[in-house]
């Protein structure tokens, strides 16, 4: 039981990453614009927060950085996709190559000063904690990351669904040109919510690099979970409450994998994958894997109810042209 | 069209003119498109300099280098060759399946697979030790097509039948693809524990210049080797499918217009399978010719990015099976001389600049700049 709350709590951890990561690209999809940079933005962040960290020795600073930085860069796909209405797939792939080119020379060096720059605190919730269980998964010595993360998912999908704000959101995506008549700026609301995506994909950069497993590792430091998380999105159904759910999931299981190999029994029986350790290159497989599945799912459902796509996800908005 | 022109005073200031960017209804001329791609590369090429001289290195220099440790002389205009024929033959598998706007990116797990599959036949082994050269190379190759397409179909499987998303589906079994290697170096075929398989005995080599060193003193150690054949065939090959045949009309018809192309009667489904599949045993094929070409053995760091970089390549060629050799040199020259250029990230860096300026001049490809002269109001 223990072994199962210990994976639990740390998997939550893992997957406040992907949270920040796929409910950001929400929000950019939801305006319309597929960005496929999330993984180099990610990259950005980690590098942005875990370098100036080293240099200010103040996490917090960092993690602004971080944001910062990969908002900026994300705006480099806003400008080719929106502006110059490019095709959003080859832009995203391109802003992918530049942002994770950008960090590995920036991040030269950093590798090396491994548990010399601070991180971000960890805290248990006293009173909280004390829930059977739960308490244990999800208050105890958790990262302060993981709370802001708890306190986000509602908001977002609050601001979603039921602000104003929210709704021109929406219908930038579905219907530009029905929000361009009634004085929406289609073009600088897409620009903005690309912005949001990149800092939060900067946000869950930083979030590894200063908090979940503090450092600097070249491009092994995000090991693709930025694109897992825009596959969750389509799990999701562009729903920040699903992509909670999924986020969470493919943290246990990313921690699942991790952490089998350790103890030498399981569930009674001899473990497989501590006396024979290269079963562990299958273990590796399987939050690819399972992301495959999950995108299946997703795909089948999307296909049968005919929803959760914003109707103009990846199109360029034109004024004056018939269409959306 | 946007009303980006300057009809508006900025700041107070008139032009003298009017600048108006409208829609293309006319083709522009055909040296027009490769015009704006080298105006594009050098566009970038400039501002990786400035990336370089803000991360504290000096641009010249590392430009310099990379010219002269890759064109500098034959040996090294031969060892540039070695590293862009891996990159011709991902190049025309991404623009292959990308003329079908099918976004394969796993061209790197496929190379992965096709390695796999060409080391197969030599360590399983499928081949008596002792078999003729020419049977190894075409049992490795065929084997490391297969692999290719095989993990190429999966992705394409899953897309036509469930509408799975290629991006990310490739995408993932490029990261299930090493993994898959790795077992095989750590645990199957490891010598004396270190994280690669034997060295291959010398009829699985692809025969390279420098063995006809004897009746050409000329390829005295030159490296390059039979896979470049492999790619220029399937370039033409390619080209001919792409251009002449009516396999290619429907390709491009699908990539150009998927609704037509279905009001036509051509099976979209069918399709993305089948050029899935050949576009991973391309990619299987580059895995192949390295290993059999280069490493001669399975290990882990047989490709610094050549799947990643076909689709730069691919695009800069602009889906042409013919300019891709040409392009894939250029990558080829960059990634050789980029192993000693530091810091490192530099050749990745100037790669996703050369992309991100492509894809924005491309504006000028579909719109035009029209000026006038302002009549005063």
Redesign the interface.
Same mark, same amino acid.
């Given at each position: 039981m223990d072994f199962v709350l210990v994976i639990l709590a740390s998997g939550v951890a893992t997957g406040t990453i992907l949270l920040y990561a796929t409910v950001g690209e929400i929000f950019s999809e939801r305006s319309g614009v597929l960005n496929l940079g999330v993984e180099g933005m990610m990259l950005v962040g980690a590098m942005t927060a875990y370098k100036v960290t080293a240099a200010t020795s103040d996490p917090w600073l960092g993690l602004l950085a971080a944001m910062l930085a990969a908002g900026a860069v994300s705006q480099v796909h806003a400008f080719i996709a929106i502006t110059l209405q490019a095709d959003q797939v080859v832009s995203g792939l391109a802003l992918n190559f530049l942002a994770t080119g950008l960090s590995l020379v920036l991040g030269e060096g950093l590798t090396s000063l491994r548990d010399v720059v601070p991180t971000l605190p960890s805290f248990t919730i006293s009173l909280l904690s004390q829930i059977p269980w739960l308490g244990r998964i999800l208050f105890t010595k958790q990262s302060v990351m993981v709370y802001v993360g708890y306190i986000f998912i509602p908001l977002a999908w609050y601001y979603i669904n039921r602000t104003r704000p929210g709704m021109h959101l929406r219908s930038v995506g579905e219907y530009p040109a029905a929000a361009d008549s009634l004085g929406i700026s289609v073009f600088s609301l897409r620009y903005f919510y690309v912005f949001v995506g990149g800092m939060m994909a900067g946000l869950a950069g930083a979030t590894i690099s200063l908090s979940i497993s503090p450092g600097w590792f070249a491009a092994l430091t995000t090991a693709g979970q930025g694109w897992i998380a825009v596959g969750l999105v389509i799990f999701a159904q562009w729903n920040p409450a699903r992509a909670a759910v999924g986020a969470y999931t493919f943290g246990a299981l990313r921690r699942l994998v991790l952490d089998i190999q350790g103890p030498t029994t399981l569930l009674g029986f001899a473990n497989p994958f501590f006396y024979n350790p290269y079963y562990g290159f299958f273990l590796k497989m399987l939050p690819y894997a399972f992301t495959v599945v999950v995108l299946v799912i997703g795909s089948r459902e999307a296909n049968r109810k005919r929803i959760g796509t914003p109707a103009a996800l990846g199109l360029p908005y034109i004024r004056g042209q018939r269409g959306l | 069209? *946007? %009303?980006?022109d300057s009809t508006k005073p900025i700041m107070g200031f008139k032009l003298p003119f009017k600048m108006k960017v409208e829609p293309r209804v006319v083709d522009p001329p055909r040296w027009y498109s490769p015009m704006l791609s080298v105006i594009a590369v050098v566009v970038a090429l400039m501002i990786g300099a400035l990336?370089?001289w803000l991360?504290g290195g000096e641009p010249w220099k590392v430009y310099a280098h990379i010219a002269r440790s890759s064109f500098g002389s034959v040996g090294v205009l031969s060892d540039t060759m070695v590293k862009a024929i891996p990159l011709m033959l991902v190049g025309l598998a991404c623009s292959f399946a990308f003329r079908m706007r099918l976004?394969n =990116?796993g061209a790197e797990g496929q190379f992965f697979l096709g390695a796999f599959g060409a080391s197969m036949i030599v360590l399983l082994p499928v081949l008596p030790e002792e078999a003729p050269k020419w049977q190894f190379i075409i049992v490795m190759a065929l084997s490391g097509m297969l692999f290719g397409a095989l993990w190429g179909f999966v992705?394409g499987f899953?897309k036509a039948k469930?509408? @799975?998303?290629e &991006?990310?589906?490739t995408? $993932? $079994?490029n990261? =299930?693809a090493v993994?898959?290697n790795?077992?095989f170096i750590?645990?199957v075929w490891t010598e004396g524990g270190f994280q690669m398989s034997r060295m291959f005995q010398r009829n699985a080599w692809l025969p390279r210049l420098s063995d006809f060193a004897e009746a050409i003193p000329v390829f005295r150690g030159l490296t390059t080797h039979m896979g470049l054949l492999f790619a220029i065939v399937a370039a033409i090959i390619l080209w001919l499918v792409l251009s002449k045949s009516q396999w290619g009309y429907e390709i491009r018809l699908i990539g150009d217009n998927p609704r037509a192309a279905e009001y036509a009667g051509i099976s979209i489904s069918k399709n993305v399978i089948l050029v899935m599949l050949v576009s991973g045993a391309l990619a299987g094929l580059a895995g192949m010719s390295e290993i059999a070409g280069v490493v001669h053995r399975l290990q882990g760091a047989i490709s610094p990015g050549y799947g990643?970089t076909g =689709?730069?390549i691919a695009?800069l060629a602009k889906l042409n099976p013919l300019a891709v050799i040409l392009v894939s040199i250029l990558f080829g020259a960059l990634i050789l001389a980029g192993r000693e250029v %530091?810091?490192?990230?530099?050749? *990745?860096?100037? %790669?996703? @600049?050369i $992309?991100?300026s492509? &894809?924005?001049i491309?504006?000028f490809l579909?719109n035009r700049i029209r000026i006038t002269r302002r009549v005063e109001e």
């Amino acid at each position: 039981m223990d072994f199962v709350l210990v994976i639990l709590a740390s998997g939550v951890a893992t997957g406040t990453i992907l949270l920040y990561a796929t409910v950001g690209e929400i929000f950019s999809e939801r305006s319309g614009v597929l960005n496929l940079g999330v993984e180099g933005m990610m990259l950005v962040g980690a590098m942005t927060a875990y370098k100036v960290t080293a240099a200010t020795s103040d996490p917090w600073l960092g993690l602004l950085a971080a944001m910062l930085a990969a908002g900026a860069v994300s705006q480099v796909h806003a400008f080719i996709a929106i502006t110059l209405q490019a095709d959003q797939v080859v832009s995203g792939l391109a802003l992918n190559f530049l942002a994770t080119g950008l960090s590995l020379v920036l991040g030269e060096g950093l590798t090396s000063l491994r548990d010399v720059v601070p991180t971000l605190p960890s805290f248990t919730i006293s009173l909280l904690s004390q829930i059977p269980w739960l308490g244990r998964i999800l208050f105890t010595k958790q990262s302060v990351m993981v709370y802001v993360g708890y306190i986000f998912i509602p908001l977002a999908w609050y601001y979603i669904n039921r602000t104003r704000p929210g709704m021109h959101l929406r219908s930038v995506g579905e219907y530009p040109a029905a929000a361009d008549s009634l004085g929406i700026s289609v073009f600088s609301l897409r620009y903005f919510y690309v912005f949001v995506g990149g800092m939060m994909a900067g946000l869950a950069g930083a979030t590894i690099s200063l908090s979940i497993s503090p450092g600097w590792f070249a491009a092994l430091t995000t090991a693709g979970q930025g694109w897992i998380a825009v596959g969750l999105v389509i799990f999701a159904q562009w729903n920040p409450a699903r992509a909670a759910v999924g986020a969470y999931t493919f943290g246990a299981l990313r921690r699942l994998v991790l952490d089998i190999q350790g103890p030498t029994t399981l569930l009674g029986f001899a473990n497989p994958f501590f006396y024979n350790p290269y079963y562990g290159f299958f273990l590796k497989m399987l939050p690819y894997a399972f992301t495959v599945v999950v995108l299946v799912i997703g795909s089948r459902e999307a296909n049968r109810k005919r929803i959760g796509t914003p109707a103009a996800l990846g199109l360029p908005y034109i004024r004056g042209q018939r269409g959306l | 069209m *946007t %009303q980006a022109d300057s009809t508006k005073p900025i700041m107070g200031f008139k032009l003298p003119f009017k600048m108006k960017v409208e829609p293309r209804v006319v083709d522009p001329p055909r040296w027009y498109s490769p015009m704006l791609s080298v105006i594009a590369v050098v566009v970038a090429l400039m501002i990786g300099a400035l990336v370089i001289w803000l991360g504290g290195g000096e641009p010249w220099k590392v430009y310099a280098h990379i010219a002269r440790s890759s064109f500098g002389s034959v040996g090294v205009l031969s060892d540039t060759m070695v590293k862009a024929i891996p990159l011709m033959l991902v190049g025309l598998a991404c623009s292959f399946a990308f003329r079908m706007r099918l976004w394969n =990116i796993g061209a790197e797990g496929q190379f992965f697979l096709g390695a796999f599959g060409a080391s197969m036949i030599v360590l399983l082994p499928v081949l008596p030790e002792e078999a003729p050269k020419w049977q190894f190379i075409i049992v490795m190759a065929l084997s490391g097509m297969l692999f290719g397409a095989l993990w190429g179909f999966v992705p394409g499987f899953l897309k036509a039948k469930f509408n @799975v998303n290629e &991006i990310i589906s490739t995408l $993932m $079994m490029n990261y =299930i693809a090493v993994e898959w290697n790795n077992f095989f170096i750590y645990a199957v075929w490891t010598e004396g524990g270190f994280q690669m398989s034997r060295m291959f005995q010398r009829n699985a080599w692809l025969p390279r210049l420098s063995d006809f060193a004897e009746a050409i003193p000329v390829f005295r150690g030159l490296t390059t080797h039979m896979g470049l054949l492999f790619a220029i065939v399937a370039a033409i090959i390619l080209w001919l499918v792409l251009s002449k045949s009516q396999w290619g009309y429907e390709i491009r018809l699908i990539g150009d217009n998927p609704r037509a192309a279905e009001y036509a009667g051509i099976s979209i489904s069918k399709n993305v399978i089948l050029v899935m599949l050949v576009s991973g045993a391309l990619a299987g094929l580059a895995g192949m010719s390295e290993i059999a070409g280069v490493v001669h053995r399975l290990q882990g760091a047989i490709s610094p990015g050549y799947g990643y970089t076909g =689709i730069i390549i691919a695009w800069l060629a602009k889906l042409n099976p013919l300019a891709v050799i040409l392009v894939s040199i250029l990558f080829g020259a960059l990634i050789l001389a980029g192993r000693e250029v %530091q810091p490192s990230g530099v050749p *990745t860096l100037i %790669q996703g @600049v050369i $992309m991100v300026s492509l &894809i924005a001049i491309d504006f000028f490809l579909r719109n035009r700049i029209r000026i006038t002269r302002r009549v005063e109001e």
